[in-house]
C-alpha cells in the first residue's frame, strides 16, 4: 500500500506547459466539431450562386470561374449552375468550343434540364439578325423547355411573346 508522504515536493512548475498541446488539442476539436455542425450545403450553394452571378455582370471571369469550380465541387445539387457558369466563363474567355460543350450538358435541345441556361441560349440565338428555320426552331424549343422548368418564369413568357411576334424569313 502506498500512502502520500506530506514531505513529497510539489509537481515541478513546468508540468502546466506540458499539459498545453492536449489542452490546445482538445479546443482545436471542439472549434472543427462546431464547424462542422454549422455546415449546411444549401447556404454555401446559395453563397457560391451569388458570388458567380455577380462576378458574371462585373465580368470577374477569374473568381466567377471559381464559384463555378467549387459548385461542381458541392455535388449534384449544384451541377447545373456550376456548369452554366463555367460554361459562361468560357464564352466571355472565347473559349467558345469548351463552352458549347458544356451548355450542350445544361441546355440541351432535346428535353429541359436547366431553365437559365436555356434562357440563356434563347436570348443567344435571338440576337442573330436573321435566324434559319432551323434556329427559329432551336428558340421555340429552348423557350419551350425554359417554361416547363419554371412555369412562372416572367422572362421567358416574354421572350416568347417577343418571338412570336418577330416576323420569319420569307
Not at 66 to 83: I, Y
Not at 119 to 129: D, H, N, W
Request: glycine share 6%; aromatic share 6%.
Amino acid at each position: 500500500m502506498s500512502t502520500t508522504n506530506p514531505t513529497e515536493p510539489p509537481p515541478p512548475a513546468g508540468s502546466f506547459w506540458i499539459r498545453i498541446p492536449a489542452i490546445l488539442a482538445i479546443a482545436l476539436c471542439l472549434v472543427a466539431g462546431a464547424c462542422l455542425l454549422r455546415w449546411n450545403p444549401a447556404t454555401i450553394q446559395l453563397r457560391y450562386e451569388g458570388i458567380a452571378m455577380r462576378a458574371l455582370e462585373a465580368s470577374d471571369l477569374p473568381t466567377a470561374r471559381v464559384a463555378g469550380t467549387r459548385l461542381l465541387e458541392l455535388g449534384p445539387g449544384s451541377r447545373n449552375f456550376g456548369l452554366f457558369v463555367l460554361a459562361r466563363t468560357n464564352f466571355a474567355s472565347g473559349n467558345n468550343e469548351e463552352a458549347a460543350g458544356m451548355i450542350r450538358q445544361v441546355a440541351p435541345l432535346d428535353r429541359p434540364v436547366f431553365a437559365p441556361a436555356h434562357l440563356f441560349v434563347a436570348r443567344s440565338l435571338m440576337s442573330r439578325a436573321n435566324p434559319s428555320p432551323a434556329i427559329r426552331g432551336a428558340i421555340l424549343a429552348h423557350l419551350h423547355h425554359a417554361l416547363v422548368l419554371e412555369p412562372d418564369s416572367e422572362e421567358a413568357k416574354e421572350l416568347l411573346a417577343r418571338f412570336e411576334h418577330r416576323p420569319a424569313l420569307p
